[in-house]
């Protein structure tokens, strides 16, 4: 190829241009013949970029299913025909939307709207990423390649969806529901033949629709109330029984200082009385006799006194007749 | 010379033209039907170079994936609920000949779909209850099989009639008719208020067993500190009852004296009147002199 183009610029100046007809080794319109017939051949080669494949088609028939990053060729136009293809590239569908969107009028309700096992709708917003496979499929199997995937992703989300509780979606089975998605609409596409393989589903977004979305957030409310009422009961607990266990102790060392006391004060008293009874023994009447007289001198002068003879008959009405205590009468 | 060459231009051109009308390629995206005079003679159904008569034409039809996606309908079930069901179909030409003969277009095909999809779905729906299709128990749901049998019958009756390969019917979506949504938001708000209230109930339920525990936690302490404390007392009591008792037993007369001159002083007060015999221990001095002290 190169060679011919050589040739031709070699023959270019030496049998140019005035009669050089008969000493250049072509006629001058088959040297242009030549030169657009080796442009035509030199188009023939393409680079596949390194996050590229590419598919090469002969007569329109697919001959290289997957040409693999380099330097390449084929035969140009109308022969053969390339098609370079990003397969690493990931590629996004998104079903549903953002409740934020419904006010906004972005989004009709309906089309993020989904039903859950127990008849609640939610709104829900998913969005998968797939990339290409199988480049051949992926370019001559399916219409819109874009559209086939997010029909089988969004048939695969509803039916999911459909047998799972609006709790468990809302909380604990949306991983297991990405995963299932994933598996399932991987399956049904690989039934198409599209050539695509889905790398992830990511629920970014489920909402109670606006008209319940109070009443959800209610529960959630509900549930912190709950944790609430058991910390301050928990709370309480730790307030009282310290306080018992403290008003325990007390309640003992009180007792104890009681039994000390009394133990101590009885030893005092027997003391005492141990000292009096030992001088009462050495003279027991005069010394009951001064008690009783000192006795009777403490207590006497308080009271009011009625001293009757012993001989007669006593009276008891005396005793009303002035009564006003403190000024005794004889 | 002139003349041969017009020859010459006029063979090339027609053996071009010749070429151009025999052969003809096919892409992968397409099948081609050979057509005679208008009359269909073959379908080529792989892509690549072919030839032909240069007297046929040909009729090229697009062989890829189409997803047709009618619009959401209304259905009823067994039960009488209804469902507004989003379904997508994804079909293909299958057989151009027939495909040419009874269609003609992906428009007029997609409208012949939708009456078959309808009418196999409505049929299909109404021997399936809700829950069959919309349960919170995988066990009970029956969507799948149920269109599994919509798409072969699809399949069946749109390949023999119209040349349509019906590869999947899938419901797109489940939704409730748009007057039925106020009450199942209202039902909905209704549920969410009554878990609120269980979460809330069960919290205090929660907090007044913790709270129950505590009282009854300190009423032990303190009772068991009482029990400890009052015998604690008792032995003091005791204790100091055995101190008295042996210390008073050594002496009992001049106690009982003493103890009950000392409980005078607390017992009698300015309140009290008291009847002195002039007989008494006290009195006989003043009323007899010294003959009193005897």
Not at chain 1, 161 to 179: F, G, P, S
Not at chain 2, 67 to 94: G, H
Request: proline residues 4%.
């Amino acid at each position: 190829m190169s060679s011919v183009l050589l040739s031709t610029q070699q023959a270019g100046p030496s049998g140019a241009r005035p009669s050089g007809d008969r000493r250049s080794p072509l006629p001058r319109s088959r040297r242009w013949a030549l030169g657009l017939l080796a442009v035509w051949l030199l188009s023939g080669v393409f680079l596949v970029a390194p996050d590229q494949q590419a598919v090469v088609t002969t007569w329109g028939a697919v001959t290289s299913p997957r040409v693999l990053p380099g330097l390449h060729y084929a035969v140009p136009w109308p022969v053969q025909q390339v098609y370079k293809l990003k397969v690493q590239q990931l590629r996004r569908t998104v079903m549903g939307g953002d409740v934020a969107d419904i006010p906004l009028g972005r989004l009709q309700p309906a089309a993020s709207e989904f039903l859950s096992g127990d008849q609640n709708l939610l709104n829900v917003r998913v969005v998968a990423q797939y990339s290409v496979s199988e480049p051949r499929d992926y370019l001559f199997q399916a219409v819109d390649v874009d559209r086939v995937v997010g029909a089988a992703v969004e048939s695969e989300l509803a039916r999911r969806l459909a047998h799972t509780a609006v709790d468990n979606i809302m909380t604990t089975d949306k991983v297991a529901i990405q995963n299932d998605v994933l598996l399932a609409a991987q399956k049904c596409l690989e039934g198409y033949r599209i050539g695509v393989s889905i790398s992830s589903i990511n629920i970014e977004n489920v909402a109670a629709p606006p008209d319940a979305a109070e009443a959800f957030r209610d529960v959630a409310g509900a549930r912190a109330d709950a944790i609430r009422f058991v910390n301050e009961a928990q709370g309480y607990a730790n307030d009282l029984l310290p306080r018992a266990h403290g008003q325990a102790a007390q309640m003992e060392q009180a007792a104890q200082a009681y039994k000390e006391g009394k133990v101590n004060r009885a030893m005092g008293d027997v003391a005492r009385f141990d000292a009096v009874a030992a001088e009462y023994i050495k003279a027991p009447e005069v010394t009951s006799t001064r008690v009783y007289v000192e006795a009777m001198e403490q207590i006497l002068p308080q009271l009011r006194k009625l001293i009757v003879d012993s001989s007669g008959n006593l009276d008891l009405s005396i005793i009303g007749k002035d009564d006003s205590p403190g000024t005794p009468s004889k | 010379m002139t003349q041969q060459k017009k020859i010459l231009a006029a063979a090339i051109a027609g053996g071009l033209l010749l070429v151009y009308l025999t052969f003809y390629t096919t892409r992968e995206t397409e099948f081609a039907l050979i057509t005679q005079f208008g009359r269909p003679v073959r379908t080529v159904m792989n892509a690549g170079l072919h030839m032909k008569w240069p007297f046929q034409s040909i009729l090229r039809f697009d062989r890829r994936l189409r997803i047709y996606n009618p619009r959401p309908t209304e259905f009823l079930t067994r039960d009488k609920k209804n469902l507004v069901i989003e379904n997508y179909v994804a079909w293909r030409i299958e057989d151009p000949d027939r495909f040419v003969k009874s269609v003609g277009d992906t428009a007029s095909a997609e409208m012949r779909l939708h009456d078959i999809i309808w009418s196999g779905l409505s049929a299909a729906l109404g021997t399936l209850d809700l829950e069959s299709l919309v349960s919170a128990s995988p066990g009970k749901v029956q969507a799948a099989a149920m269109l599994d049998m919509l798409t072969t019958h699809a399949d069946l009756t749109a390949l023999e009639q119209y040349g349509i390969h019906v590869v999947d019917v899938h419901v797109k979506r489940l939704n409730l008719p748009e007057q039925n949504k106020q009450s199942v938001f209202a039902r909905m708000r209704a549920e969410r208020e009554r878990i609120a209230m269980q979460y809330r109930a069960e919290g205090e339920e929660q907090a007044l067993v913790i709270r129950a525990n505590a009282d009854r936690e300190k009423e032990e302490i303190l009772s068991a500190a009482y029990k400890d404390a009052e015998k604690i007392r008792g032995e003091g009591d005791a204790a100091a009852t055995r101190i008295y008792g042996q210390a008073y037993s050594k002496n009992p007369h001049f106690y009982k004296l003493v103890r009950t001159l000392e409980s005078y002083k607390k017992v009698l007060d300015d309140k009290t009147t008291i009847i002195l015999n002039s007989d008494s221990a006290l009195l006989k001095v003043l009323t007899q002199g010294e003959a009193g002290v005897k």
